[in-house]
């Protein structure tokens, strides 16, 4: 559903999968500073919201998930991946305990299917699962005070839907805004710098959204094969873009080296200080060091999983 931010005067809806919110409000440089220095608030109210309620919740999903969660305290944020069978990650998960429930924030479009899923996997557990999408979204505030109530996960706060059109005490800023300080900070977003393919070590979120030393769950094999002998088949990469071209690649546009295709662009977005960057998936084995050609626009890489990640390397996923 359209958010009701967007009839503020100047709003700009953004693109697919986003255009259920804005992209700007009409001034995007300002709210991208605006957000950095700690006075804006950013509407991701598209992004769906699944609550996970009963007294086997934690251990319900700590069964299934990348995450250990059965000891997770109230009001500690935590992020989880759903992975299939063979370890490629379906749901990305920034979630919360309550005290009575388990709330999670997901992509847009996410919410039922991941709802659907939980709840088939339910069996005899005391758990009860619904897409509360309808009732709730999801904010990122900086610099002022939350709403009373509010369910502060790593990156937004879970707030009831009829909140969005409150006094936030602080700057309307744009997806636009939020996208740039996110792709500069390195992390990854679900279905945009990932594909079908992607498993946990490619896109950096081991140590951020997996326990290595939790119990069994589905596609943790292929989270320990990884772990215990490196080398995953590709791996998540900064770009820093050429500034002369006047347009930024598109998502899915190739990633190229010497006219071979090496991967594919995710996002790409003008930040207030870095200029134009991106994030893209490319094959482990490209040497670090080269040039690349992401969508046509010249761009240089920075490492953020390096080509031999596993038991003995970190994985540069700042958080900003």
């Given at each position: 559903m359209d958010s009701p931010l967007l009839s503020t005067p100047g709003a700009v809806p953004a693109d697919s999968p986003d255009a259920e919110v804005a992209a700007h409000y009409g001034e995007p440089s300002a709210e991208q500073r605006a957000l950095a220095e700690g006075s804006a608030v950013v509407d991701r109210s598209n992004r769906g919201v699944v609550r996970v309620g009963g007294a086997d919740r934690l251990r319900f999903l700590h069964s299934l998930t990348s995450q250990h969660l059965e000891g997770l305290m109230p009001k500690t944020p935590a992020e989880a991946l759903l992975l299939s069978p063979n370890g490629h990650v379906e749901h990305h998960l920034s979630l919360v305990d309550d005290g009575e429930a388990?709330?999670?924030?997901?992509?847009?479009?996410?919410?039922?299917?991941?709802?659907?899923?939980?709840?088939?996997?339910?069996?005899?557990?005391?758990?009860?699962?619904?897409?509360?999408?309808?009732?709730?979204?999801?904010?990122?505030?900086?610099?002022?005070?939350?709403?009373?109530?509010?369910?502060?996960?790593?990156?937004?706060?879970?707030?009831?839907?009829?909140?969005?059109?409150?006094?936030?005490?602080?700057?309307?800023?744009?997806?636009?805004?939020?996208?740039?300080?996110?792709?500069?900070?390195?992390?990854?977003?679900l279905g945009l710098d990932t594909d079908h393919r992607t498993i946990p070590h490619e896109a950096g979120w081991i140590d951020v959204a997996v326990h290595l030393d939790k119990g069994c769950y589905r596609g943790q094999e292929t989270v320990a094969r990884v772990q215990n002998l490196g080398r995953p088949p590709r791996r998540l990469v900064f770009l820093h873009l050429d500034g002369s071209v006047d347009h930024l690649p598109a998502h899915g546009d190739p990633i190229e080296l010497g006219g071979r295709t090496v991967g594919f662009v995710g996002s790409a977005a003008r930040h207030y200080e870095l200029g134009p960057i991106g994030l893209g998936m490319i094959k482990r084995n490209t040497p670090v060091e080269e040039a690349l050609l992401a969508g046509g626009v010249a761009a240089s890489q920075e490492v953020i999983v390096s080509p031999d990640t596993g038991s003995t390397v970190k994985i540069d996923l700042r958080r900003r």
């Amino acid at each position: 559903m359209d958010s009701p931010l967007l009839s503020t005067p100047g709003a700009v809806p953004a693109d697919s999968p986003d255009a259920e919110v804005a992209a700007h409000y009409g001034e995007p440089s300002a709210e991208q500073r605006a957000l950095a220095e700690g006075s804006a608030v950013v509407d991701r109210s598209n992004r769906g919201v699944v609550r996970v309620g009963g007294a086997d919740r934690l251990r319900f999903l700590h069964s299934l998930t990348s995450q250990h969660l059965e000891g997770l305290m109230p009001k500690t944020p935590a992020e989880a991946l759903l992975l299939s069978p063979n370890g490629h990650v379906e749901h990305h998960l920034s979630l919360v305990d309550d005290g009575e429930a388990v709330w999670a924030h997901v992509e847009p479009g996410k919410a039922q299917e991941l709802a659907e899923f939980l709840d088939r996997m339910r069996f005899l557990l005391r758990v009860e699962v619904t897409d509360e999408s309808e009732s709730y979204a999801v904010v990122t505030l900086s610099g002022a005070e939350a709403p009373e109530g509010a369910l502060v996960t790593t990156d937004g706060l879970i707030v009831a839907r009829k909140e969005l059109e409150r006094d936030w005490n602080a700057r309307l800023a744009g997806l636009w805004a939020y996208e740039a300080l996110r792709i500069a900070a390195h992390r990854p977003r679900l279905g945009l710098d990932t594909d079908h393919r992607t498993i946990p070590h490619e896109a950096g979120w081991i140590d951020v959204a997996v326990h290595l030393d939790k119990g069994c769950y589905r596609g943790q094999e292929t989270v320990a094969r990884v772990q215990n002998l490196g080398r995953p088949p590709r791996r998540l990469v900064f770009l820093h873009l050429d500034g002369s071209v006047d347009h930024l690649p598109a998502h899915g546009d190739p990633i190229e080296l010497g006219g071979r295709t090496v991967g594919f662009v995710g996002s790409a977005a003008r930040h207030y200080e870095l200029g134009p960057i991106g994030l893209g998936m490319i094959k482990r084995n490209t040497p670090v060091e080269e040039a690349l050609l992401a969508g046509g626009v010249a761009a240089s890489q920075e490492v953020i999983v390096s080509p031999d990640t596993g038991s003995t390397v970190k994985i540069d996923l700042r958080r900003r």
